[in-house]
């Protein structure tokens, strides 16, 4: 199983990927730069945080046309699983290949700290290992995280059981204080109907080592490693 | 040449803190008339189009393409002639 960790201009995460995947996973990984066109050779893509192209226009509104996403886009519909986290959420939006929008959060301020997210549904390749219903410490570091969907679209969302991941306390309970940003419903990830592409806005390569104070996050890349093998 | 005007806004049906704030801010300064406000972006794109209903067409497109994002936005365009 080899991991590609694309590298959008303003990109910032891929780097926390590559030490997870390359010193605490120890499993097969490479960058795909954004003006590349294939993604050939790879079985998982992580679309990192940071500010691709700047953020300009919207959050993800450029990173959308750049080259590489014809292949993205490609690879997820033929089921490929793939993960954008924090900006690489918003670029997946953006795309069309997750469905709503995430806006400036209702504070109006940069939310960098952890969070405590309820695990909504397993059955993602990102969350086959998770267990239902455990709550997942995981740190967040954005100003654009506030999750919107119309409600037609949030109702299909909880009726194909496509909302993934809840701001919530440490013992489970969703409750507004525990919602960083104002995102609908305590949004914190979600994944399209094929269940192969989960956004979310939080970091779990910032917590995949007990050293940086929680392992949480790396049961999201345990659990692809996991469906991968048993393909 | 033509230039077209375009204005996008968030949905009335999205919430936009930044505009309360602004109004919060204009409150304070002692305007307390403002029933509403809603933060949006203004972009000004002068055209190689000659032809108003081609250039209309075309910006249309590159509203909804691009320059909005329909799940949240909305948009609105003004085009009209202005010295080369």
């Known amino acids: ?231 | 040449m033509l230039e077209a005007q375009i204005h996008v806004t968030l949905k009335q049906s999205v919430l936009d803190p930044q505009g309360d704030t602004v109004k919060s801010a204009l409150a304070t300064l002692g305007f307390r008339g403002v029933e509403d406000c809603r933060v949006g972006k203004f972009l000004v794109l002068r055209l190689a189009e000659r032809d108003l209903v081609k250039a209309k067409s075309q910006v249309d497109e590159m509203c909804r393409k691009l320059l909005a994002n329909p799940v949240i936005e909305d948009y609105v365009f003004q085009i009209h002639e202005v010295p080369e």
Request: proline share 5%; hydrophobic share 40%.
């Open chain 1, 1 to 231: 199983m080899k991991f590609g960790v694309l590298i959008f201009p303003g990109t910032w995460s891929h780097q926390d990927f590559a030490h997870v995947f390359q010193d605490v996973l120890k499993v097969d990984w490479g960058y795909i730069w954004h003006k590349d066109t294939s993604v050939a050779g790879h079985d998982g893509l992580i679309l990192p945080g940071g500010f691709a192209h700047g953020d300009y226009l919207r959050c993800g509104a450029i990173a959308r046309f750049s080259p590489i996403m014809h292949a993205v886009v490609k690879f997820a519909r033929d089921g490929g699983p793939v993960m954008g986290s924090c900006n690489g959420f918003q670029i997946l939006c953006e795309a069309g290949l997750l469905p709503g929008a995430l806006l400036r959060n209702e504070s109006l301020q940069y939310r960098c700290r952890w969070v405590h997210m309820r695990t909504e549904s397993t059955e993602t390749p990102f969350t086959r290992m998770v267990g239902k219903g455990r709550v997942l410490k995981i740190p967040i570091s954005h100003g654009e995280g506030r999750y919107f969907a119309d409600p037609e679209t949030l109702g299909r969302l909880r009726a194909n059981d496509q909302i993934i991941f809840r701001y919530s306390t440490p013992d489970g309970a969703i409750t507004d204080e525990a919602n960083p940003n104002g995102a609908l419903e305590n949004i914190a990830g979600i994944c399209n109907e094929g269940r192969n592409v989960l956004g979310l806005m939080p970091h779990p390569e910032r917590a995949s080592e007990a050293l940086l104070g929680s392992e949480d996050g790396r049961l999201l890349f345990e659990s692809v490693l996991s469906t991968a093998l048993r393909r």
